[in-house]
């Protein structure tokens, strides 16, 4: 039995347990890290991420008596209820507003209601998009039942409005992007303004490098916090330059309007100078992969938008800042932090002899500077979201 076919077939039994039958099939869809292209998709620029190992599965089948019912295997006695007509954004909340937005979105092609079991692996809060893989599961298993004309680009915008619109996290199409559209052994070159979309190979056990993953243990939450305050910084950044969205702005130099000599202009400058240079970072990681197709040379371009990240969007933490130091000090080939920002991960480019060097490199930073224990793990590319059973 292939790891799709043993994923799928617990799922199906916890689903067995939860509802006293069998779903009508298994659908899972990915976690992912970001190569590089932070907080440029909801400036319509562009980002690399790939798809995760880890996934979420989500076992699903409809019903006639026009309620949902939503069970999570990760969360004790987490059985939620409620009448279809009941559903509305907040309600409910905490992890069931995902796949209850999903269904809210498409509610017209279920009016009988539908059960839900989600069973997971991709670790919430470390950065590596745990609810776009939720929603995205759970759309692309309603799609395939109740809505078969529905394309993945559908899908992308149903699985954003649910995080969006319904439990209030104002995420971009990114983490939707990647869970649906990556495939194994590449990233995803994703230009979010016309959604065009492009495979570039990535294959680093044949280049003997690995993508190492630190969870740091500081934890985020997209719906609350500083991430929706940098988005309203660039859009305020964008309006104030006269263009549509910090995409269009040409360079760094076209920025100098914004440092208007007070403090809020300086932080719009820095804000909106991350975006211009990320998206250029963006471009020059795939020309390298195109050209080289060695993942080496994308090392010090990680590192540089870490920088960005820490400098000029001010989202990194102590914690992530003392692990792209270690491992820089360790000798990688490049490090950053991914995701959202405010906690989380980073990823590591290094050897694939010198990952147990490294690690402990990092680990001894952290406890010097009093940190707990990093966790890691490793990321390889792999296929996004797809029925299992």
Do not use: K
Not at 41 to 66: I, K, M, S, W
Not at 230 to 245: I, N, S
Not at 330 to 358: K, P, Q, T
């Amino acid at each position: 039995m292939t790891a799709d076919a043993e994923l799928g077939a617990a799922a199906a039994a916890a689903f067995g347990t939860a509802f006293g039958a069998a779903p009508e099939g298994v659908w899972a869809a990915p976690g992912r890290v970001n190569v590089i292209g932070e907080h440029t998709d909801y400036n319509e620029g562009f980002v690399l991420p790939v798809a995760l190992e880890q996934t979420t599965r989500a076992a699903v089948a409809r019903r006639d008596d026009g309620r949902v019912a939503l069970v999570s295997a990760q969360h004790a006695d987490s059985r939620v209820e409620l009448a279809l007509a009941d559903l509305a954004p907040g309600t409910p909340g905490g992890w069931a507003g995902y796949p209850a937005g999903v269904v809210h979105a498409l509610r017209e092609r279920l009016p009988g209601g539908v059960s839900v079991l989600v069973d997971g692996d991709v670790p919430a809060g470390m950065g590596l998009s745990s609810s776009a893989a939720l929603s995205c599961s759970v759309a692309l298993a309603l799609r395939d039942l109740a809505a078969p004309e529905l394309a993945v680009g559908d899908l992308v915008d149903v699985a954003r409005s649910a995080e969006n619109d319904f439990v209030g996290a104002p995420t971009g199409i990114l983490d939707q992007s990647a869970a649906l559209l990556c495939t194994a052994g590449h990233a995803l070159f994703l230009d979010t303004r016309d959604r065009s979309s492009e495979q570039v190979p990535l294959d680093l056990a044949a280049a003997g490098l690995v993508l190492l993953v630190v969870d740091t243990g500081t934890t985020h939450d997209h719906a609350t916090g500083g991430y929706g305050d940098r988005r309203r910084e660039c859009a305020r950044a964008a309006e104030r330059l006269g263009v549509p969205a910090l995409r269009d702005v040409p360079d760094v130099p076209a920025l100098a309007r914004l440092d208007d000599g007070t403090d809020a202009g300086a932080l719009l400058l820095r804000r909106a100078r991350h975006v211009v240079t990320e998206d250029a970072r963006v471009l020059e990681v795939v020309a390298l992969l195109r050209g080289t197709g060695d993942p080496r040379a994308i090392g010090p371009v990680l590192t540089a938008g870490h920088a960005s990240l820490r400098d000029d969007f001010q989202i990194s933490t102590p914690e992530l800042d003392a692990c792209v130091a270690a491992a820089a000090d360790a000798g990688a080939a490049g490090a950053r932090m991914v995701g959202g920002g405010f906690g989380g991960s980073a990823i590591v480019l290094v050897e694939a002899g010198s990952v147990d060097r490294v690690t402990d490199v990092i680990t001894r930073r952290f406890r010097e500077e009093g940190y707990s224990a990093p966790r890691t793990s490793l990321a390889v590319p792999s296929p996004g979201a797809r029925r299992l059973t």
